[in-house]
């Protein structure tokens, strides 16, 4: 790993079922944020479809497993670009579609994540709940971990990042007006509770009726932003990321009169209610 590195998180409207024109936008600010020096780029939920889907069956039509042609596509850029992207789109696998987002580099699928909170809106009325344990992927970077916008609404889905390691965890999004506290508040939380940067990526637009509130945001392991974006507007954040802050879980504000340990502090014997 080489030390501190430059994020980006693109926050931008999405045109639902139109695929192809999603990720020519996806690589031209891929292009944009490389050539501005970031490392890795975080896009929004479903970046490569859209996400107001009314059935199974419509979802189905735009689903691509893994290994199809948008994925391709961008780890081609990622290749030519040498960086990394973080790009949401629906997955299909047997039959069933998954709301999973793929890390991708220059050698190609570094990790995929599926995800785990379905709310009763837009597609994930109709995507299969992820059937993976969460994980982190060690990159050259550093350690990232991934959820998905309701997601970041449970804290142990990062808590147990944190525990496994991560230095950052990004959360590609969709929120609606109703999640505008959500936005206004969980990604400082998420971020000091577990002392690991945070990046919400929200995106922005309209599909059938729903507007979409951006809000995105890049924060520190102290819960400070460091990067924040417009309500409606598409924008770009960038920020700087240093791993070895996030792996500084002994916090000392005065010298033996004011410490804490964000892990050896916690109390797990304590919290058996909330398995099951």
Excluded at 101 to 113: D, E, F, N
């Amino acid at each position: 790993m080489n030390g501190k590195f430059k994020v980006a998180g693109v926050q931008m409207d999405i045109r639902l079922g139109d695929i192809s024109a999603n990720v020519d936008r996806l690589i031209d600010f891929l292009n944009e944020t490389a050539m501005e020096g970031a490392q890795l780029t975080v896009f929004p939920e479903c970046s490569t479809t859209g996400y107001c889907f009314d059935s199974l069956a419509e979802a189905q039509e735009y689903a691509e497993p893994l290994e199809g042609p948008s994925i391709s596509r961008l780890s081609v850029a990622c290749r030519k670009l040498k960086t990394m992207a973080i790009v949401g789109f629906l997955e299909q696998v047997d039959g069933r579609v998954f709301n999973s987002l793929a890390l991708v580099g220059s050698g190609g699928v570094l990790g995929t994540y599926r995800k785990i909170h379905l709310p009763h809106l837009g597609v994930d009325r109709f995507t299969t709940p992820g059937n993976r344990p969460f994980e982190v992927i060690e990159t050259n970077l550093g350690c990232i971990g991934m959820n998905i916008c309701y997601d970041s609404s449970f804290p142990e889905a990062s808590r147990i990042l944190a525990l496994q390691g991560a230095d950052l965890i990004a959360l590609p999004t969709n929120w609606p007006p109703t999640s505008g506290l959500t936005a206004d508040v969980i990604p400082q939380a998420r971020a000091l509770e577990n002392h690991v940067y945070f990046m919400s990526v929200n995106r922005v637009g309209v599909e059938r009726g729903f507007q979409f509130i951006g809000k995105s945001k890049i924060c520190d392991p102290r819960g400070a932003v460091l990067a924040s974006a417009d309500h409606r507007e598409e924008q770009i954040l960038y920020g700087v990321i240093n791993p070895e802050l996030a792996r500084q879980k002994h916090l000392v504000n005065i010298p033996g009169e004011h410490e804490v340990h964000r892990f050896r502090d916690r109390r797990p014997d304590a919290y058996g209610e909330i398995i099951g």
